[in-house]
């Protein structure tokens, strides 16, 4: 009897634990959606920095500081010789077309300026071609005031060039006829070129035009003698250029919002452009339909003659090599590294992240405060940014007729070696976006059809949404880059912050990873990413903690300036304090400076400095003290983590 009993009890009580565990499991299943849907907003996030709303900033030592030994550098672009200002009479009219995205169009502008200067010619505000009004934008803007404030370029201007908002009527009319002639310089056109051969042709015509479709119109690296001019491009990029004043108060908004949690903040711009991608061949990087629209954009690439290689190549050696953009989970991991902890917020730059949330998905899981322009700002704010623009006409897609059996399998035979997609299940409805993305035609053509009426609007868009981002990533206390420097020749996004952060604060933290020594380190544990050893952590630690000062921005100016002067505009554009002590000139085997070599700042900008004296920032000696320590700790909990929000992925619409 008592046995039975005891095996009744035991029964009952494994019955219990069971149900208890099964009860567990389900609570903490629902508990997690609930917590991953919620923060989208700015909730979650609020929630978790309760207790520290509203406190003054706190800066932690180690992975917040500023770079001490760039403390004494600062911004100034104003001209140093006698500088005549221009005259009335010039040589004869420039207009423009620049063609290209964000990062394109301000480094053509910049160029196009210091052009107008060197031929004493007068300027008519460029073209952005990206948002005329055929792209579909709003009635309210002409191009370059869709995201440029055109009063605040001329006016900050006066003192370089003559710019006009547009040709003198009597022109208007040959410009029409195609009278005048147009030139197409590359990004790497030398002064030279325009002194000698466009200068005559502008005397000779009085107006010229230029196209710009490479992202700018003059070689980076000028001769030390047209310091001058470098130094005006610092003025268009830093100063000139704002942004149109609703964008720059929905940015500053975005900067108050996130400050507004009391806690410092990292912008990552992960740079999966599908442009980029292609270029440089990382297709295999993505998994299935994206590798394919990757791969169909490269081989157009190549029939245009912009790509010289085979279409297909080892995306694996391309990484290690560093030409691809260091993926998200890769960037997790190294911030992870650094020692940052999981509740860092992380703010996610640019329009276009080639393959959408999904592949922001592994650095979610590590860093559960990641937000973008989404959600810090409300629907309206962003589509009132967009103003007003008429519908475009509906659904143009149609579907070709159904094809035979017979045909299908034709097909599948011709096609290639890699796995196609497969169409949405039969039973499910094929969603409008899918008709005008990529489902349309992914699967019944083998050309990418040309862009619809919305996807140029989108395109449109996206420069303003790059804007936003543009002034978040300038803000924040910590700058890490998915990509810069792709070695293209073309411009980026993160090369323009990066040496806009280096210009306005040169201590300011901006991580310069090398890829090409991350990818071998990387490489060592890719196999176990979330399980490291403590000696790998500290080469990380080692390798990006080195890019915040001398050497990255030895490597900076050896690799990135000769692209795109932007991207480093030192010495030219800054001063050294002479509290300072003065720090060793590094120079390049052809005598060009690569790190030191800046002015003496001028009189007054000591005075200044001095009586700024030290404030606002405080010292939290005590926070993150462990910092390697803490991250590795929370490795082991890394993996449930990241199997958890893997589960719930499942579930999610998969066409996201
Ligand atoms: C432009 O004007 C400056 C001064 O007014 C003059 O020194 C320079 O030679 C001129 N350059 C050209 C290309 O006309
Ligand atoms: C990587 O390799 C490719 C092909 O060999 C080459 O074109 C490219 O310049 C290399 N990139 C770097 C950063 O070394
Ligand atoms: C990366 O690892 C693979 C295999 O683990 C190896 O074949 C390759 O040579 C490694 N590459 C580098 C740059 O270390
Ligand atoms: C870690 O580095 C130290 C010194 O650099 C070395 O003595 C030790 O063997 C290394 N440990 C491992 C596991 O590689
Ligand atoms: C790297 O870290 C060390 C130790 O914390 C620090 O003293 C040094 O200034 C750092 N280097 C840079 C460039 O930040
Ligand atoms: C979403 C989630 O499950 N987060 C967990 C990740 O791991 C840490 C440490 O084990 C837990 O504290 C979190 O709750």
């Known amino acids: 009897m008592v046995i039975k009993s005891k095996i009744k009890w035991v029964t009952l009580s494994l019955l219990t634990l069971s149900l208890v565990s099964l009860l567990a499991h389900l609570s903490v299943t629902k508990f997690s959606t609930v917590d991953f849907v919620k923060y989208g907003g700015m909730e979650g996030l609020r ?45 004869g009219f420039i207009y423009a077309k620049v063609f290209g995205g964000f990062a ?41 005031s869709y995201l440029y404030d055109e009063e605040q370029f001329i006016l900050s201007l006066k003192h370089d060039v003559i710019i006009v908002k547009s040709l003198p009527e009597n022109l208007k009319a040959g410009r029409r006829k195609n009278e005048f002639p147009i030139f197409r310089p590359k990004s790497s056109a030398s002064p030279h070129y325009y002194t000698e051969e466009i200068l005559p042709k502008l005397k000779k015509a009085n107006v010229i035009g230029l196209v710009l479709t490479d992202g700018g119109c003059l070689q980076s690296i000028l001769p030390p003698s047209m310091a001058e001019y470098q130094r005006l491009r610092c003025r268009v990029a830093f100063h000139a ?39 440089h061949g990382c297709a295999e990087l993505f998994q299935d339909v994206h590798t394919e629209l990757i791969q169909y954009r490269r081989a157009q690439m190549i029939k245009r003659g912009i790509v010289n290689e085979e279409l297909t190549v080892d995306s694996h050696l391309r990484r290690e ?45 590590m860093f559960a405060n990641l937000v973008d322009r989404t959600s810090l700002c409300s629907k309206k704010e962003l589509s009132d940014l967009v103003g007003p623009e008429i519908p475009l006409p509906v659904d ?47 699967t019944q053509t083998d050309t990418e059809p040309d862009p619809s009426p919305m996807d140029l609007r989108m395109q449109a868009h996206r420069l303003l949404w790059d804007a936003l981002d543009y002034i978040v990533s300038l803000e924040a206390d910590a700058f890490f880059p998915g990509f810069n420097n792709d070695g293209s020749g073309c411009p980026d996004f993160s090369d323009l912050i990066m040496g806009q952060r280096l210009y306005r604060t040169a201590s300011s933290r901006t991580y310069r990873p090398d890829r090409k020594v991350l990818a071998a380190l990387l490489n060592i544990t890719r ?29 900076q100016s050896l690799f990135s300036k000769p692209a795109l002067f932007l ?53 939290d000696d005590n926070e993150y003290e462990h910092d390697i320590e803490l991250s590795e700790s929370y490795n082991s909990g890394g993996k449930t983590n990241v199997s958890l929000v893997w589960d719930q992925d499942e579930e999610m619409d998969p066409n996201d």
């Open 241 to 279: 250029l704002q942004f149109r004043t609703d964008i720059q108060l929905l940015g500053r908004g975005m900067v108050e919002r996130l400050q507004a949690l009391g806690q410092p903040f990292l912008a990552f711009h992960p740079g999966l452009l599908r442009e980029t991608l292609a270029y």
């Open 527 to 555: 196999d176990n990413m979330y399980h490291r050893t403590h000696n790998w952590t500290l080469l990380i630690w080692e390798h990006l903690n080195k890019s915040l000062g001398q050497e990255g921005l030895i490597k």
């Open 396 to 442: 143009l897609f149609k579907t070709s007729p159904a094809k035979s059996e017979e045909q299908l399998k034709e097909e599948w035979k011709k096609a290639g070696p890699r796995p196609r997609p497969l169409p949405p299940p039969p039973d499910r409805p094929i969603y409008r976006h899918e008709k005008e993305g990529w489902y349309g035609w992914i």
């Open 567 to 619: 991207s480093h505009p030192l010495p030219e554009c800054s001063c050294r304090l002479s509290s300072a002590k003065v720090s060793t000139l590094v120079k390049a085997s052809d005598g060009r400076v690569l790190h030191g070599g800046e002015d003496e700042c001028p009189k007054w900008m000591e005075d200044m400095d001095k009586s700024a004296g030290e404030e606002g920032v405080e010292w």
């Open 104 to 144: 394109a169009i301000r480094s053509s502008i910049c160029d196009l300026v210091t052009i107008s200067r060197l031929l004493n010619a007068t300027l008519v505000i460029p073209e952005i071609q990206e948002s005329t009004r055929s792209k579909g934008i709003s009635f309210k803007f002409k191009s370059f």
């Open 47 to 91: 929630a978790d920095f309760a207790n520290v709303l509203g406190t003054p900033f706190i800066r932690s030592k180690k992975i917040w500081a500023f770079v001490k030994s760039l403390e004494s550098i600062r911004p100034y672009a104003d001209p140093r010789s006698s500088y005549p200002v221009p005259e009335e009479q010039s040589n």
């Open 321 to 365: 090599n560093g030409s691809c953009p260091l993926m998200p989970e890769e960037v997790g991991v190294l911030l992870q590294a650094m020692g940052y902890p999981p509740k860092t917020i992380i703010y996610v730059a640019g329009s276009e992240t080639f393959g959408g949330q999904r592949v922001l998905i592994p650095l979610r899981a």
